[in-house]
């Protein structure tokens, strides 16, 4: 398989997979229910308007400067994404960074489309093409569902400063497949620095 079939397959199963898990989710799904899989690891349908692990801001006009940014910023990675192939790098690197612009446009396809394919999850389960959607174009909110919290509810050391004491859960994050091939790209790129990132060899 060439370096350029391999990045084009895991670029359409990884958005493919992405998507059929949150439309199956916002279709199945009202707003905050959790379906327990194991008690450290439960199916929790959240939205959010924003970054990775929630983070929001600048209300409206800041959310379309994020999904602005994004869209430049996938152009950079598919040149990038290029440029690796044309160097024949190693395809963990190949994968690495299909995975990362999979992740990327993921996210995208909900902060541009959904708000105009769905109507509201809450207290309803969402209907996919409705008449009366919850949103804009560019205006979509990115579906969440995956939560592992391996330690819950657990107390902190009272002889920590700040936190002592208090409620712990790891880890409480919400994402989605999107997030986890982000996280795995990079994890990736980490373990196979040395061919995503040569060093020039020295002119004697």
Do not use: C
């Not at 990079?186 to 002119?203: C, G, N, R």
Request: aromatic share 18%; charged share 15%.
């Amino acid at each position: 398989m060439s370096k350029k079939t391999l990045a084009i397959l895991t670029i359409l199963v990884a958005i493919l997979v992405d998507q059929l898990i949150k439309i199956y989710v916002k279709t199945h799904f009202v707003l905050g229910e959790e379906v327990v899989v194991f008690n450290w690891f439960k199916i929790h349908f959240v939205e959010n308007n924003g970054m990775a692990m929630g983070f929001e801001f600048g209300g409206k006009a800041g959310k379309l400067f994020l999904t602005l940014f994004r869209l430049f910023a996938v152009t950079g990675i598919v040149y990038w994404l290029v440029q690796n192939i044309k160097k024949k790098v190693h395809n963990a690197v190949i994968v690495a960074i299909a995975l990362i612009f999979s992740g990327a446009v993921g996210n995208i396809i909900d902060s541009v489309f959904y708000g105009v394919l769905f109507d509201a999850s809450n207290n309803n389960v969402a209907t996919l093409f409705s008449e009366t959607p919850y949103g804009e174009l560019f205006y979509g909110k990115v579906v969440d569902m995956f939560y592992f919290p391996i330690i819950e509810n657990a107390v902190l050391p009272d002889w920590l400063p700040f936190v002592g004491g208090q409620m712990f859960t790891f880890f409480q994050y919400i994402f989605n497949p999107a997030d986890a091939y982000i996280s795995v790209g990079v994890a990736l790129l980490f373990i196979f620095s040395k061919q995503a990132f040569p060093k020039d060899e020295e002119v004697v």
